[in-house]
């Protein structure tokens, strides 16, 4: 396909579980971004990627958050044990390098910690 | 403190008319602004943006409005169709997003009756 897609769509996990989100992006976009969206709010950002480097992640939550993406590529956004506050919808957004971000957002991965 | 606000939840149109959705930002280094379209279970899909040296950009039925002295900008559709119903994101960016991450209001549902 040539949209951003996200795996798993829906995740429950039980409180103190680790979670693993992942994003394919766009083939050849450079930047890829994550966000985290509670209900009721607009998407607020995680971290952001240019290729491989992880250029700001000033947006994670916590230390139980980490993300990375070692080719350039597909990207991972890993909760550690997970606690119910985790609970939102992550997005990711990939877009071409340039002045104007025009990002392209999957359909996201609803989290449930129960 | 919320940086891009949406300050009405919710917007109901008749088809055919004209719909308005506001979005009001406070700092001023933002100089690029989106809009995107959200359908349930979906990611948001970019609509249009506007950069800060412009104050109008339109797309067929989508008109973007800048007033930067009041840190002001608007999306009007013309005509309303049914299937705009959605809910709409306003966000920004500085320094034309070259960092990456987009700051977004809470949103705005729009309904638009047959």
């Known amino acids: 396909g040539a949209g951003v897609s996200q795996s798993p769509r829906y995740k429950v996990a039980k409180r103190g579980q680790d979670v693993a989100l992942r994003c394919d992006p766009i083939s050849g976009h450079v930047s890829l971004f994550w966000y985290q969206q509670a209900l009721g709010q607009g998407p607020e950002f995680l971290t952001y990627f240019q290729n491989e480097a992880q250029l700001d992640k000033s947006g994670l939550p916590s230390d139980r958050f980490f993300a990375e993406r070692p080719e350039g590529s597909v990207s991972t956004l890993k909760i550690q044990r997970t606690q119910q506050e985790d609970s939102a919808v992550y997005l990711c957004a990939s877009g071409a390098s340039g002045i104007y971000n025009e990002q392209f957002f999957g359909p996201g991965t609803r989290l449930t910690v129960l | ?114």
């Not at chain 2, 990611?43 to 009041?70: H, M, Q």
Request: proline content about 5%; overall charge positive.
């Open chain 2, 1 to 114: 403190d919320q940086q891009v606000k949406q300050n009405s939840p919710s917007l109901s149109v008749q088809e055919g008319r004209i719909s308005i959705l506001n979005c009001d930002y406070t700092n001023s280094m933002f100089d690029y602004f989106l809009w995107y379209k959200k359908y349930p279970a979906e990611g948001p899909t970019f609509l249009i943006s506007i950069s800060s040296i412009k104050d109008k950009n339109e797309d067929g039925r989508f008109t973007v409005f800048l007033n930067k002295s009041a840190k002001h900008l608007s999306l009007h559709i013309v005509p309303s169709q049914p299937g705009d119903s959605a809910v709409y994101f306003c966000a920004a960016s500085e320094s034309g997003g070259s960092q990456g991450n987009l700051i977004f209001g809470k949103g705005t549902k729009l309904s638009v009756k047959p």
